[in-house]
Protein backbone atom coordinates (compact mmCIF):
# COMPACT_ATOMS: atom_id res chain seq x y z
CA UNK A 1 0.00 0.00 0.00
CA UNK A 2 2.95 2.38 1.03
CA UNK A 3 4.62 1.83 -2.29
CA UNK A 4 1.74 2.67 -4.74
CA UNK A 5 -0.14 5.51 -2.36
CA UNK A 6 2.77 8.32 -1.55
CA UNK A 7 0.70 11.21 -1.95
CA UNK A 8 -2.09 9.56 0.29
CA UNK A 9 0.27 8.19 2.82
CA UNK A 10 1.59 11.54 3.13
CA UNK A 11 -1.49 13.48 4.10
CA UNK A 12 -2.16 10.51 6.61
CA UNK A 13 1.39 10.44 8.53
CA UNK A 14 0.49 14.41 8.74
CA UNK A 15 -2.50 13.99 9.66
CA UNK A 16 -1.43 11.66 12.92
CA UNK A 17 1.20 13.85 13.44
CA UNK A 18 -1.53 16.77 14.26
CA UNK A 19 -3.79 14.22 16.22
CA UNK A 20 -1.21 12.38 18.51
CA UNK A 21 1.39 15.23 18.96
CA UNK A 22 4.04 12.56 19.89
CA UNK A 23 7.74 13.25 20.39
CA UNK A 24 9.82 12.02 17.06
CA UNK A 25 12.44 9.23 18.06
CA UNK A 26 15.62 10.97 19.14
CA UNK A 27 18.50 10.68 17.29
CA UNK A 28 20.29 7.57 16.33
CA UNK A 29 23.72 7.02 14.58
CA UNK A 30 25.78 3.67 14.03
CA UNK A 31 24.92 0.39 14.95
CA UNK A 32 20.95 1.64 15.31
CA UNK A 33 18.98 -1.58 14.44
CA UNK A 34 16.86 -3.02 17.44
CA UNK A 35 14.57 -5.62 18.19
CA UNK A 36 12.70 -5.99 21.85
CA UNK A 37 15.91 -3.94 22.91
CA UNK A 38 16.98 -3.23 26.66
CA UNK A 39 19.30 -0.39 27.60
CA UNK A 40 21.74 0.07 30.79
CA UNK A 41 24.20 2.72 31.44
CA UNK A 42 27.18 1.96 33.75
CA UNK A 43 27.59 3.36 36.55
CA UNK A 44 31.53 3.62 36.48
CA UNK A 45 31.99 5.55 32.97
CA UNK A 46 28.74 6.63 32.05
CA UNK A 47 28.92 4.12 28.82
CA UNK A 48 25.95 3.03 27.28
CA UNK A 49 25.12 -0.54 26.67
CA UNK A 50 22.00 -1.66 23.86
CA UNK A 51 21.17 -5.42 23.92
CA UNK A 52 18.47 -6.87 21.03
CA UNK A 53 16.67 -9.70 20.16
CA UNK A 54 18.81 -11.72 17.75
CA UNK A 55 21.70 -14.70 17.49
CA UNK A 56 23.47 -14.76 20.81
CA UNK A 57 22.16 -11.43 21.89
CA UNK A 58 24.10 -8.98 19.61
CA UNK A 59 25.02 -5.78 22.00
CA UNK A 60 26.42 -2.33 21.28
CA UNK A 61 28.10 0.24 23.23
CA UNK A 62 28.10 4.02 23.16
CA UNK A 63 29.15 6.91 25.09
CA UNK A 64 25.89 8.95 24.33
CA UNK A 65 22.66 7.71 24.35
CA UNK A 66 22.50 8.79 20.55
CA UNK A 67 25.41 7.02 19.24
CA UNK A 68 27.36 6.39 17.80
CA UNK A 69 26.73 2.67 18.50
CA UNK A 70 28.85 0.04 18.24
CA UNK A 71 28.67 -3.48 17.85
CA UNK A 72 30.55 -5.22 20.39
CA UNK A 73 29.38 -8.72 19.76
CA UNK A 74 27.08 -11.10 21.48
CA UNK A 75 25.94 -12.32 24.97
CA UNK A 76 25.69 -16.01 24.44
CA UNK A 77 27.31 -16.92 21.07
CA UNK A 78 26.73 -20.38 21.34
CA UNK A 79 23.35 -19.97 22.32
CA UNK A 80 21.84 -20.96 26.00
CA UNK A 81 22.17 -24.33 27.40
CA UNK A 82 18.22 -24.06 28.10
CA UNK A 83 17.15 -27.75 25.88
CA UNK A 84 14.38 -25.54 23.91
CA UNK A 85 13.72 -25.14 20.77
CA UNK A 86 15.81 -21.71 19.67
CA UNK A 87 18.27 -22.20 22.23
CA UNK A 88 20.89 -20.99 19.52
CA UNK A 89 18.45 -17.15 19.41
CA UNK A 90 17.28 -16.44 22.91
CA UNK A 91 15.14 -13.15 22.64
CA UNK A 92 14.06 -10.45 24.53
CA UNK A 93 17.23 -9.69 27.03
CA UNK A 94 16.19 -7.30 30.29
CA UNK A 95 19.08 -5.69 31.86
CA UNK A 96 19.83 -4.88 35.22
CA UNK A 97 22.35 -3.87 37.90
CA UNK A 98 21.83 -6.62 40.78
CA UNK A 99 24.45 -5.98 43.84
CA UNK A 100 27.72 -5.65 41.95
CA UNK A 101 26.67 -8.07 38.81
CA UNK A 102 24.74 -6.98 35.69
CA UNK A 103 21.62 -9.52 35.55
CA UNK A 104 20.05 -10.54 31.94
CA UNK A 105 17.56 -12.37 31.68
CA UNK A 106 16.33 -14.09 28.20
CA UNK A 107 13.77 -15.87 26.80
CA UNK A 108 14.19 -19.44 25.02
CA UNK A 109 11.41 -20.41 22.44
CA UNK A 110 10.10 -20.15 18.49
CA UNK A 111 7.55 -18.08 17.07
CA UNK A 112 4.38 -18.99 18.22
CA UNK A 113 5.31 -21.53 20.11
CA UNK A 114 4.07 -21.83 23.98
CA UNK A 115 7.09 -24.44 24.81
CA UNK A 116 9.10 -21.74 26.18
CA UNK A 117 11.63 -20.71 29.13
CA UNK A 118 13.92 -17.81 30.84
CA UNK A 119 17.47 -18.03 31.30
CA UNK A 120 19.80 -15.90 32.99
CA UNK A 121 22.94 -14.48 31.96
CA UNK A 122 25.97 -12.41 34.44
CA UNK A 123 28.59 -10.35 34.91
CA UNK A 124 30.54 -7.88 36.31
CA UNK A 125 31.56 -5.58 33.97
CA UNK A 126 29.29 -6.38 30.70
CA UNK A 127 32.34 -6.16 28.62
CA UNK A 128 33.10 -8.37 25.39
CA UNK A 129 33.30 -12.29 26.38
CA UNK A 130 32.81 -11.90 30.18
CA UNK A 131 28.97 -13.35 30.02
CA UNK A 132 28.40 -16.14 32.07
CA UNK A 133 25.48 -18.31 31.25
CA UNK A 134 23.22 -19.30 33.96
CA UNK A 135 20.67 -21.68 32.23
CA UNK A 136 17.30 -21.83 33.40
CA UNK A 137 15.70 -19.71 36.28
CA UNK A 138 12.71 -22.29 37.06
CA UNK A 139 9.97 -20.65 34.78
CA UNK A 140 8.98 -22.37 31.93
CA UNK A 141 6.15 -23.20 29.89
CA UNK A 142 4.30 -25.69 27.71
CA UNK A 143 1.22 -25.91 25.41
CA UNK A 144 -2.23 -25.84 27.24
CA UNK A 145 -0.40 -23.55 30.27
CA UNK A 146 -2.26 -20.26 31.07
CA UNK A 147 1.23 -18.39 29.96
CA UNK A 148 3.82 -18.00 27.74
CA UNK A 149 6.99 -17.95 29.53
CA UNK A 150 9.08 -15.30 27.31
CA UNK A 151 9.84 -11.71 27.74
CA UNK A 152 11.59 -11.62 31.14
CA UNK A 153 11.30 -8.37 32.77
CA UNK A 154 12.57 -7.96 36.53
CA UNK A 155 10.84 -5.84 39.24
CA UNK A 156 13.46 -4.89 42.06
CA UNK A 157 11.11 -3.93 45.27
CA UNK A 158 13.59 -3.12 47.85
CA UNK A 159 14.72 -6.31 48.72
CA UNK A 160 12.71 -8.25 47.17
CA UNK A 161 12.97 -9.31 43.51
CA UNK A 162 9.67 -10.16 40.86
CA UNK A 163 9.83 -11.14 37.34
CA UNK A 164 7.44 -10.23 34.63
CA UNK A 165 6.70 -12.52 31.93
CA UNK A 166 4.10 -13.37 29.27
CA UNK A 167 2.62 -12.96 25.84
CA UNK A 168 -0.50 -13.81 24.40
CA UNK A 169 -2.57 -16.71 26.17
CA UNK A 170 -3.50 -15.32 29.32
CA UNK A 171 -0.83 -12.19 28.96
CA UNK A 172 1.32 -11.05 31.88
CA UNK A 173 2.02 -12.70 34.64
CA UNK A 174 4.42 -11.81 37.42
CA UNK A 175 6.16 -14.40 40.25
CA UNK A 176 8.36 -13.72 42.70
CA UNK A 177 12.25 -14.86 42.68
CA UNK A 178 14.33 -15.92 45.29
CA UNK A 179 16.81 -13.65 47.66
CA UNK A 180 19.71 -13.78 44.77
CA UNK A 181 16.89 -12.75 41.97
CA UNK A 182 18.74 -16.27 40.45
CA UNK A 183 15.71 -18.36 41.06
CA UNK A 184 11.71 -18.71 41.09
CA UNK A 185 11.10 -18.46 44.46
CA UNK A 186 8.76 -20.94 44.58
CA UNK A 187 5.26 -18.72 44.56
CA UNK A 188 2.77 -19.54 41.84
CA UNK A 189 2.42 -17.12 38.63
CA UNK A 190 -0.28 -14.72 39.10
CA UNK A 191 -1.93 -12.66 36.45
CA UNK A 192 -1.20 -8.89 36.39
CA UNK A 193 -2.42 -7.54 32.97
CA UNK A 194 -5.25 -9.42 30.31
CA UNK A 195 -7.08 -8.35 27.88
CA UNK A 196 -9.81 -10.72 26.30
CA UNK A 197 -10.52 -9.28 23.34
CA UNK A 198 -9.35 -10.62 19.98
CA UNK A 199 -5.91 -12.69 20.45
CA UNK A 200 -4.99 -11.14 22.73
CA UNK A 201 -1.63 -9.99 21.69
CA UNK A 202 0.27 -8.31 24.85
CA UNK A 203 3.40 -8.80 25.70
CA UNK A 204 6.92 -7.17 26.25
CA UNK A 205 5.41 -6.09 29.70
CA UNK A 206 8.30 -3.63 31.79
CA UNK A 207 7.66 -2.19 35.08
CA UNK A 208 9.03 0.93 36.75
CA UNK A 209 8.58 3.06 39.98
CA UNK A 210 8.26 7.07 39.88
CA UNK A 211 6.85 9.79 42.34
CA UNK A 212 4.85 6.85 44.88
CA UNK A 213 3.35 4.51 41.47
CA UNK A 214 4.57 1.79 39.83
CA UNK A 215 4.20 1.54 35.94
CA UNK A 216 3.36 -1.25 34.01
CA UNK A 217 4.03 -0.92 30.24
CA UNK A 218 3.34 -3.28 27.67
CA UNK A 219 3.55 -4.11 24.12
CA UNK A 220 -0.19 -4.44 22.19
CA UNK A 221 -0.35 -5.49 19.00
CA UNK A 222 1.04 -7.45 15.77
CA UNK A 223 4.79 -7.03 16.46
CA UNK A 224 6.25 -8.20 12.95
CA UNK A 225 5.91 -8.83 9.39
CA UNK A 226 5.02 -5.34 7.94
CA UNK A 227 6.72 -5.72 4.83
CA UNK A 228 4.35 -8.79 4.19
CA UNK A 229 1.43 -8.06 5.60
CA UNK A 230 0.00 -4.77 6.92
CA UNK A 231 -2.10 -4.85 9.84
CA UNK A 232 -5.12 -3.04 10.17
CA UNK A 233 -4.95 0.78 11.19
CA UNK A 234 -4.21 0.79 14.91
CA UNK A 235 -4.01 -3.21 14.95
CA UNK A 236 0.03 -2.46 14.87
CA UNK A 237 2.63 -2.57 18.08
CA UNK A 238 1.97 0.02 20.61
CA UNK A 239 2.85 0.61 23.73
CA UNK A 240 0.22 0.70 26.95
CA UNK A 241 0.33 1.73 30.24
CA UNK A 242 -1.16 1.16 33.83
CA UNK A 243 -0.17 1.80 36.97
CA UNK A 244 -0.81 1.10 40.60
CA UNK A 245 0.74 1.59 44.40
CA UNK A 246 2.12 -1.91 44.53
CA UNK A 247 4.49 -3.78 42.23
CA UNK A 248 2.56 -6.67 42.20
CA UNK A 249 -0.98 -6.21 40.71
CA UNK A 250 -3.93 -3.91 41.06
CA UNK A 251 -3.04 -1.91 38.16
CA UNK A 252 -5.60 0.32 36.55
CA UNK A 253 -5.33 2.53 33.57
CA UNK A 254 -6.21 6.54 33.17
CA UNK A 255 -9.86 5.78 33.27
CA UNK A 256 -9.54 3.47 36.63
CA UNK A 257 -9.98 0.44 34.41
CA UNK A 258 -8.37 -2.66 35.88
CA UNK A 259 -5.25 -4.01 34.12
CA UNK A 260 -6.46 -7.34 34.22
CA UNK A 261 -9.97 -6.79 32.76
CA UNK A 262 -9.05 -4.98 29.51
CA UNK A 263 -7.94 -1.96 30.64
CA UNK A 264 -5.08 0.24 29.56
CA UNK A 265 -4.06 3.58 27.82
CA UNK A 266 -1.96 4.70 24.88
CA UNK A 267 1.59 5.79 25.86
CA UNK A 268 3.21 5.43 22.70
CA UNK A 269 1.85 4.75 18.83
CA UNK A 270 2.13 4.74 14.98
CA UNK A 271 2.77 8.85 14.45
CA UNK A 272 4.66 10.53 11.47
CA UNK A 273 7.08 8.21 10.10
CA UNK A 274 7.64 6.06 13.43
CA UNK A 275 5.60 2.66 12.67
CA UNK A 276 4.50 0.11 15.33
CA UNK A 277 6.75 1.15 18.55
CA UNK A 278 7.48 -1.54 21.00
CA UNK A 279 9.23 -3.80 22.87
CA UNK A 280 10.22 -1.13 25.52
CA UNK A 281 11.62 -0.51 28.41
CA UNK A 282 12.62 2.21 30.69
CA UNK A 283 15.91 3.32 32.47
CA UNK A 284 17.79 5.94 34.63
CA UNK A 285 19.99 7.87 32.62
CA UNK A 286 22.50 9.93 34.80
CA UNK A 287 21.81 13.76 32.83
CA UNK A 288 18.62 13.19 31.07
CA UNK A 289 16.18 11.52 33.58
CA UNK A 290 13.83 8.57 32.90
CA UNK A 291 14.22 7.54 29.62
CA UNK A 292 11.79 5.23 26.93
CA UNK A 293 13.35 3.25 24.66
CA UNK A 294 11.70 0.62 22.26
CA UNK A 295 12.09 -0.41 18.55
CA UNK A 296 10.25 0.44 15.39
CA UNK A 297 10.25 0.74 11.77
CA UNK A 298 10.59 3.85 9.98
CA UNK A 299 8.26 4.35 6.92
CA UNK A 300 10.99 5.72 5.17
CA UNK A 301 13.51 3.01 5.34
CA UNK A 302 11.79 0.08 5.17
CA UNK A 303 8.59 -2.46 7.22
CA UNK A 304 11.04 -5.28 7.68
CA UNK A 305 11.85 -6.93 11.12
CA UNK A 306 15.52 -6.59 9.82
CA UNK A 307 15.00 -2.94 9.61
CA UNK A 308 13.62 -1.84 12.86
CA UNK A 309 15.30 0.88 15.04
CA UNK A 310 16.35 1.85 18.16
CA UNK A 311 14.10 4.48 19.61
CA UNK A 312 14.08 6.63 22.81
CA UNK A 313 12.51 9.55 24.43
CA UNK A 314 13.02 11.46 27.93
CA UNK A 315 9.83 10.76 29.22
CA UNK A 316 7.54 13.92 30.77
CA UNK A 317 4.52 13.80 32.57
CA UNK A 318 1.30 14.97 33.12
CA UNK A 319 -0.17 17.03 36.03
CA UNK A 320 -1.61 13.59 36.85
CA UNK A 321 1.30 11.81 37.32
CA UNK A 322 1.35 9.71 34.03
CA UNK A 323 4.16 9.76 31.44
CA UNK A 324 4.26 11.03 28.24
CA UNK A 325 6.42 11.50 24.83
Known sequence: MFKYFPAFLAFVLVIETFVYSYSDPGLCTGACWAHDPTVIQRASDGKYFKFNTGTGIEFATSNSLAGTWTL???????????????????????????GDEYFLYYAVSTFGSQVSAIGLATSSTMAPGTWIDKGGVGIASKKGQAYNAIDPNLVAVGTDYYLNFGSFWGDIYQTKLNSAATKAGGSAAYNIEYDSAGTRPCEGSYVFFYNDYYYLLWSHGICCGYDKTLP????????????????????????????????????????????????????????????????????????????????????KWTTDGWPEV
Open 232 to 315: AAGAEYRIMMCRSKAATGEFVDKSGMACTSGGGSILLESHGTTYGPGGQGVFTDSSKGLVLYYHYANQTVGLGDGEYLFGWNVL
Open 72 to 98: QGFVLPNGSSIDNAGSQDPWAPDVHLV
